[in-house]
């Protein structure tokens, strides 16, 4: 079982750079590929960015790519989003996920989600 709590959220201007944090618990989440994923009003849950075991490997979606950078610390059991040059199209609730399977960018196969952080980007 592993629980998490996305914070970092808030409300900022165009061109800004906010940084998501995801604390995790659970002593196996070394073991785990971890997700952002993010839900606009109106919107379906998209990706946003995933992260290996190790951090090893990464993958971003388009839309975000070399402006977001995911990373994480297994030590601190915590996973992070760092995103620069925000637009208001950036605007929705971004949830940290875990899974115990590859890496992937497929929702349906992360096991555990956090509740989520709001982000708002005005223009």
Known sequence: ???LVESGGGLVQAGASLR???????????SYAMGWFRQ??????????????????????????GR????R????NAVYLRMNSLKPEDTAVYY???????????????DYW???TQVTVSS
């Open 114 to 116: 956090g509740q989520g």
């Open 40 to 65: 606009a009003p109106g919107k379906e849950r998209e990706f946003v960015a995933a992260i290996n075991w190790s951090g090893g490997r990464t993958y971003y979606a388009d839309s975000v790519r």
């Open 1 to 3: 079982q592993v629980q």
């Open 96 to 110: 940290c996920a875990a899974g115990s399977g590859v890496l992937t960018t497929s929702s349906s196969l992360y």
């Open 68 to 71: 977001f950078t995911i990373s």
């Open 20 to 30: 998501l944090s995801c604390a995790a618990s659970g002593r196996t989440f070394s």
């Open 73 to 76: 610390d297994n030590a601190k």
